[in-house]
Structure formats: C-alpha cells, structure tokens
C-alpha cells in the first residue's frame, strides 16, 4: 500500500516541490516580489512528513515561464481568477488529522477579494489533484482532508479573519495573521498558528 503523500509527491511536478522542513522542523518559504514585504516567512512546527509546493513558480528558464504562469493550459489564461496560484501549499497529517494549508503571503494592503479568489483557486486545484490520486489509487488512500486557507500579511490587524458576509458564514473564506516576529522583510510563525490550533 502506498502513502498518499508519496503518491502526492510522485505524480506533481519536480520544479514545484519545496524542500522539506529542516531537522527542526522549519519551513523555509521565499517571495520573489520587488513589492513584497516578507520576503523570507520561517514555518516552525511543520509536520516532517508533510509534502509542501509552491502554485506561484517563476522557472529560472525563460524558456520555461510559459509553462508555470497557468495553473493548466487547458484553461484561458486570459481569465485570471482561474490561473491564479498562492505561494505555498502544506499537504500533512496534524494530530491525526490531514490537514490542507493553502498560504499567501501578502503586505500591508492585501486586495481581499482578488485574495479570496485566489486562495479558492488554489484550494480547487489541489482538490482537484487530491481526486485524481482516489481515483487512481482507490485501494491506497484513506484521505478526508480540511482545508485551511491562510494569508500572513504584516498589516496590524492581528488574527483578523476575512469575512465579506460575516451574517452567512461563521468561518469566512480566509483566516489572516500576522508572524510571530517580523523584521526587515524576516518573520516567523508556527503551523500551529497558521491552521488556528
């Protein structure tokens, strides 16, 4: 029997994956935007056996860049809602749950409702990878993820949680935090933090 991680791993593309947590369990993540404010954001307290990509991949090849600034050529990538990737995707097991992070690292100002399409793109996307996996190996996975959209953003609102009809919905579409510690374009969080434990 395979693991769904390891199936997860095999079948997504080489130049996605990031590289594991470090042997103390932290996550390096990197925002290549002149803009961005975070442009290192260390994950601590991530899971080692957890399979973290990125939808927002810039290829060093030129060549290459195609490729990677659409989510599937199948789709019109004249509609962006559509193509749209967030920075960072954490596919693990917490507390005998498996969980889905989707992560965006945003600034100041985060535009929330091209965020909100954003992280749902995503999470559709990975959803939809998730499917082909059950279908595939329907004898070798056991998978019954949550899903946990996240934005860090250094805007001051701590622990804010999006909500654009807060009278149809408990949860809201998005949770937004702030690092732990921040400090020229350097900050630190932990999972545990980012999934609301």
Not at 36 to 46: E, H, N, R, Y
Request: hydrophobic content about 35%; aromatic content about 8%; charged content about 30%.
């Amino acid at each position: 029997m395979m693991d769904t991680l390891k199936i997860l791993k095999k079948i997504l593309n080489k130049d996605i994956l990031l590289p594991p947590p470090d042997g103390n369990g932290i996550l390096r993540v990197k925002e290549r935007a002149r803009e961005a404010k975070i442009k290192t954001l260390d994950i601590s307290g991530v899971p080692a056996d957890s399979v973290t990509f990125t939808l927002d991949h810039i290829p060093n090849d030129k060549s290459r860049r195609v490729c990677f600034k659409q989510l599937s050529c199948y789709l019109d990538p004249t509609h962006k809602f559509v193509n749209k990737g967030c920075d960072l995707v954490i596919v693990s097991r917490f507390k005998r749950k498996w969980c889905v992070m989707i992560l965006d690292l945003k600034s100041d100002k985060p535009r929330l409702r091209e965020t909100e399409a954003q992280l749902k793109n995503s999470e559709a996307f990975v959803a939809y990878t998730l499917s082909l996996i059950a279908t595939h190996y329907p004898d070798d996975t056991v998978f019954d993820p949550y899903f946990e959209l996240v934005i860090v953003t250094t805007r001051t609102k701590k622990g804010h949680v999006y909500r654009p009809n807060d009278a149809q919905s408990e949860r809201g579409p998005f949770r937004e935090v702030n690092p732990t510690r921040y400090q020229k374009g350097q900050a630190k969080i932990h999972f545990g933090k980012l999934i609301g434990v």
